[in-house]
C-alpha cells in the first residue's frame, strides 16, 4: 500500500462520483448554466437536458412515463416527501402508515413525526433472517392502512426483501407501497413495475453521482400533497428551481451502473464473500451478521464479538482503512445499531459490529491489505477487553 494511500471500504455510505460522470455534469455549471424555466435559447437548453435525463433516469427505473420521475436533494428528501405527502393526501384526518423497524432514519423519523400528528405507525419486525415476509405483512394491515414503507435492500446487513410480494399484500388490503431503494438502485436489478411498486426513493450520491440529488419515483394518480411549495416546478410536486447539472450526473451515473451491472454484481459477491470468509476463518467468535441470499452483492457485515465497533474503525482507520460500524448517519452515536436489534442481535453483540461495503474502485489487492492487518488488530483489542475475558476466556 502507498503512503498516505486510503483504502476505502465504506462505498454504502457515500461514493466517489465517477470521472465520467464529472464529464457529463461540466458543461452545465458553466456555459450552459442557463435556468430550465426560462424561456429564452439558454433556458430552453438547460430545459432539453433537464428532460433528456429525466427520461434517461424513467428508462432506467423502467417507468411508464418520464413524468413519474421527480427530481429532489437526496434519498432523504425522496422518503420525507414520500411518505408525508402520500399520507396527507390519502389520509389527510389521519390514517394507518406501516414501516419496517429496519429502515433509514429518512423514513423512521418522518414516520414518528406522522405519528405525532394524528395518525397511526405499525413498526413492523424482520424475521432473524433479515427478512420481512408477507405473512407478518398481512397480520398487520388494518382496513385503514394507506401505506406501506419497506426498503429494497437493507443499508446495514444487505438483506433483499420480497418487494413484489409486500406490494401484492399491500394492494390486496387497499394500500400503497413505497420502498427505499437508495442501496439497491444500479447494483441489482430494479424495475418499478416488475416490483409492483407505487412509489420508490434514490439518491445519486449510492451510484458515483453527485451529493445533493436525488429522485422520487411516483406512479401515475398515485394520491400526493406537495412538501415543496413556490413556482410549481417538477410538475407542481417539488417546487424549486431544478438542478441540472444533478440531474445529469444521476442520469449518467445510472446508465454506467446498468451497464456495468451483470460482471460488477458477479465481481464484487466474489469479494464480499472472501471478506467474510477471510476474517472468520482468521479470527474466532467472529460471524456474519446474516447468511444465504437474497443479500447485496457488496456489503459484508461482521459480529466481531467482545471488541467495540468503534475501537475496530479507529484502529483500521490508523491503517488506512474506512469502513463503518453501522449506517454512516449512525456513526457518531454510541448506541448499537437500530438495524441489529431489530433482527434479534443482543446489545453486547451489536456493538462490535464491523460493516464493510465494496464498489467500483475495490480491488482484491485492496481485501489482502485488510485481511492482513485485521486480526492483529482484533486479537489486541480482545487482550485488553474485560468483556471478550469474560465471554470467552482468552484473547485469540
Same mark, same amino acid.
Given at each position: 500500500?502507498?503512503?498516505?494511500?486510503?483504502?476505502?471500504?465504506d462505498y454504502a455510505?457515500?461514493?466517489?462520483?465517477?470521472?465520467?460522470?464529472?464529464?457529463?455534469?461540466?458543461?452545465?455549471?458553466?456555459?450552459?448554466?442557463?435556468?430550465?424555466?426560462?424561456?429564452?435559447?439558454?433556458?430552453?437548453?438547460?430545459?432539453?437536458?433537464?428532460?433528456?435525463?429525466?427520461?434517461?433516469?424513467?428508462?432506467?427505473?423502467?417507468?411508464?412515463?418520464?413524468?413519474?420521475?421527480?427530481?429532489?436533494?437526496?434519498?432523504?428528501?425522496?422518503?420525507?416527501?414520500?411518505?408525508?405527502?402520500?399520507?396527507?393526501?390519502?389520509?389527510?384526518?389521519?390514517?394507518?402508515?406501516?414501516?419496517?423497524?429496519?429502515?433509514?432514519?429518512?423514513?423512521?423519523?418522518?414516520?414518528?413525526? &406522522? %405519528?405525532?400528528?394524528?395518525? @397511526?405507525?405499525?413498526? !413492523?419486525?424482520?424475521?432473524? =433472517?433479515?427478512? $420481512?415476509?408477507?405473512?407478518?405483512?398481512?397480520?398487520?394491515?388494518?382496513?385503514?392502512?394507506k401505506l406501506v414503507?419497506?426498503?429494497?435492500?437493507?443499508?446495514?446487513?444487505?438483506?433483499?426483501?420480497?418487494?413484489?410480494?409486500?406490494?401484492?399484500?399491500?394492494?390486496?388490503?387497499g394500500a400503497l407501497?413505497?420502498?427505499?431503494?437508495?442501496?439497491?438502485?444500479?447494483?441489482?436489478?430494479?424495475?418499478?413495475?416488475?416490483?409492483?411498486?407505487?412509489?420508490?426513493?434514490?439518491?445519486?450520491?449510492?451510484?458515483?453521482?453527485?451529493?445533493?440529488?436525488?429522485?422520487?419515483?411516483?406512479?401515475?394518480?398515485?394520491?400526493?400533497?406537495?412538501?415543496?411549495?413556490?413556482?410549481?416546478?417538477?410538475?407542481?410536486?417539488?417546487?424549486?428551481?431544478?438542478?441540472?447539472?444533478?440531474?445529469?450526473?444521476?442520469?449518467?451515473?445510472?446508465?454506467?451502473? &446498468? %451497464?456495468?451491472?451483470?460482471? @460488477?454484481?458477479?465481481? !464484487?459477491?466474489?469479494?464480499? =464473500?472472501?471478506? $467474510?470468509?477471510?476474517?472468520?476463518?482468521?479470527?474466532?467468535?467472529?460471524?456474519?451478521?446474516?447468511?444465504?441470499?437474497?443479500?447485496?452483492?457488496?456489503?459484508?457485515?461482521?459480529?466481531?464479538?467482545?471488541?467495540?465497533?468503534?475501537?475496530?474503525?479507529?484502529?483500521?482507520?490508523?491503517?488506512?482503512?474506512?469502513?463503518?460500524?453501522?449506517?454512516?448517519?449512525?456513526?457518531?452515536?454510541?448506541?448499537?445499531?437500530?438495524?441489529?436489534?431489530?433482527?434479534?442481535?443482543?446489545?453486547?453483540?451489536?456493538?462490535?459490529?464491523?460493516?464493510?461495503?465494496?464498489?467500483?474502485?475495490?480491488?482484491?489487492?485492496?481485501?489482502?491489505?485488510?485481511?492482513?492487518?485485521?486480526?492483529?488488530?482484533?486479537?489486541?483489542?480482545?487482550?485488553?477487553?474485560?468483556?471478550?475475558?469474560?465471554?470467552?476466556?482468552?484473547?485469540?
Open positions: 500500500m502507498a503512503e498516505n494511500e486510503t483504502i476505502y471500504l455510505a457515500t461514493t466517489p462520483v465517477d470521472p465520467r460522470v464529472v464529464e457529463a455534469m461540466l458543461p452545465y455549471f458553466t456555459e450552459k448554466f442557463g435556468n430550465p424555466n426560462s424561456l429564452y435559447a439558454l433556458g430552453r437548453e438547460a430545459y432539453r437536458a433537464l428532460e433528456d435525463a429525466r427520461e434517461r433516469v424513467a428508462r432506467g427505473l423502467g417507468a411508464n412515463n418520464p413524468n413519474e420521475v421527480i427530481f429532489t436533494s437526496g434519498g432523504t428528501e425522496s422518503d420525507t416527501t414520500a411518505l408525508l405527502g402520500i399520507m396527507q393526501r390519502s389520509a389527510p384526518r389521519g390514517g394507518h402508515l406501516i414501516v419496517s423497524a429496519f429502515e433509514h432514519h429518512a423514513v423512521l423519523e418522518p414516520a414518528h413525526y &406522522l %405519528e405525532k400528528h394524528h395518525y @397511526e405507525v405499525t413498526v !413492523l419486525k424482520p424475521r432473524e =433472517d433479515g427478512h $420481512i415476509h408477507p405473512d407478518d405483512l398481512r397480520a398487520a394491515m388494518r382496513e385503514d392502512t414503507s419497506v426498503m429494497h435492500a437493507n443499508n446495514e446487513i444487505g438483506t433483499i426483501q420480497p418487494i413484489r410480494e409486500l406490494a401484492d399484500v399491500a394492494h390486496e388490503g407501497m413505497h420502498t427505499d431503494a437508495a442501496q439497491s438502485l444500479g447494483k441489482i436489478p430494479f424495475d418499478v413495475n416488475e416490483l409492483g411498486i407505487d412509489a420508490a426513493s434514490f439518491s445519486s450520491h449510492k451510484i458515483y453521482g453527485p451529493k445533493g440529488f436525488g429522485a422520487l419515483y411516483l406512479r401515475q394518480r398515485t394520491p400526493f400533497e406537495p412538501l415543496m411549495r413556490g413556482g410549481g416546478q417538477e410538475f407542481k410536486k417539488r417546487s424549486g428551481t431544478q438542478n441540472v447539472p444533478g440531474a445529469v450526473g444521476f442520469a449518467t451515473a445510472l446508465e454506467i451502473m &446498468l %451497464e456495468e451491472q451483470p460482471a @460488477e454484481m458477479e465481481r !464484487l459477491a466474489g469479494l464480499r =464473500d472472501r471478506i $467474510i470468509d477471510g476474517v472468520t476463518s482468521a479470527l474466532p467468535n467472529t460471524q456474519a451478521t446474516v447468511t444465504g441470499d437474497p443479500r447485496l452483492p457488496n456489503i459484508a457485515s461482521m459480529l466481531i464479538n467482545g471488541v467495540e465497533g468503534e475501537a475496530m474503525l479507529l484502529q483500521l482507520d490508523n491503517k488506512g482503512i474506512a469502513v463503518s460500524t453501522g449506517s454512516a448517519c449512525s456513526s457518531g452515536s454510541l448506541e448499537p445499531s437500530h438495524v441489529l436489534l431489530a433482527v434479534g442481535c443482543p446489545p453486547e453483540i451489536a456493538h462490535g459490529s464491523l460493516r464493510l461495503t465494496i464498489g467500483r474502485f475495490t480491488t482484491a489487492e485492496n481485501i489482502d491489505y485488510f485481511l492482513e492487518v485485521f486480526p492483529p488488530i482484533v486479537e489486541r483489542l480482545r487482550s485488553m477487553s474485560p468483556v471478550y475475558q469474560k465471554m470467552f476466556g482468552s484473547a485469540s
